[in-house]
Structures are given as structure tokens and as C-alpha cells.
Nanobody, 120 residues
């Protein structure tokens, strides 16, 4: 089970830190974050491999969002800075039990989502 938290309302230019905690099964290879805005399809945000030594982010968030993980705590984190109105969405964490290219958007396990709203 993946439990995402940390969403909320923030002003443009602000920051939020999303966390995703794994319970039950806690050994995963790649983990990632996706988001879905109203009336839009879910889109990839960022991914990280098991060691944390390799990450991949969507062009829309590069330089603003940072993904990291702590395997000892079974968590993956998305630090979001310089937030924009277009970042408003429900954010989902995801994980898979094997290693693939981080550009591959196929994940097996999904969290329930946390709402991020960027508005003044």
C-alpha cells in the first residue's frame, strides 16, 4: 500500500513537499510521481530508481521539482518549488517491483492521491 500526503493550497511561487509512504510490501525498484488535473489525462512527473542515483523528470517540472527516496523509511518524496497554477492537480505516487527505464510510465502499485492547488 502506498499512502501519499503533503498536498494543500499554496500561492504561486510557493513550495510544497509531498511524501509517499509504503506499507505492507515495502521493497520496490522504481518509484514515481504522476499527476492528473481536472479534465486532463494523468501525466508523468518524476521517477527515481531504487538506489536513488538516477532520476528522471518531465520537462514541465525540471529545475523546480526534485524526487528523492529513503529506502530505510520506505518513503519517496517530491519537493516542489516555484509552483505555478498549472501544477494544480491530484498527485499520485507509484511503484513497481522491477527495474525499467525511468522513462517507462508503467507502474503496478498506486497510492490514493493528494490534492495540490496553486492559487492566489
Amino acid at each position: 500500500q502506498l499512502q501519499a500526503s503533503g498536498g494543500g493550497l499554496v500561492q504561486p511561487g510557493g513550495s510544497l513537499r509531498l511524501s509517499c509512504a509504503a506499507s505492507g510490501r515495502t521493497f520496490f525498484y522504481d518509484m514515481g510521481w504522476f499527476r492528473q488535473a481536472p479534465r486532463k489525462e494523468r501525466e508523468f512527473v518524476a521517477a527515481i530508481n531504487r538506489s536513488g542515483g538516477s532520476t528522471y523528470s518531465a520537462d514541465s517540472v525540471k529545475g523546480r521539482f526534485t524526487i528523492s527516496r529513503d529506502n530505510a523509511k520506505n518513503t519517496v518524496t517530491l519537493q516542489m518549488n516555484s509552483l505555478k497554477a498549472e501544477d494544480t492537480a491530484v498527485y499520485y505516487c507509484a511503484a513497481r517491483g522491477w527495474a525499467l527505464s525511468l522513462t517507462n510510465p508503467q507502474y503496478t502499485y498506486w497510492g490514493q492521491g493528494t490534492q495540490v492547488t496553486v492559487s492566489s
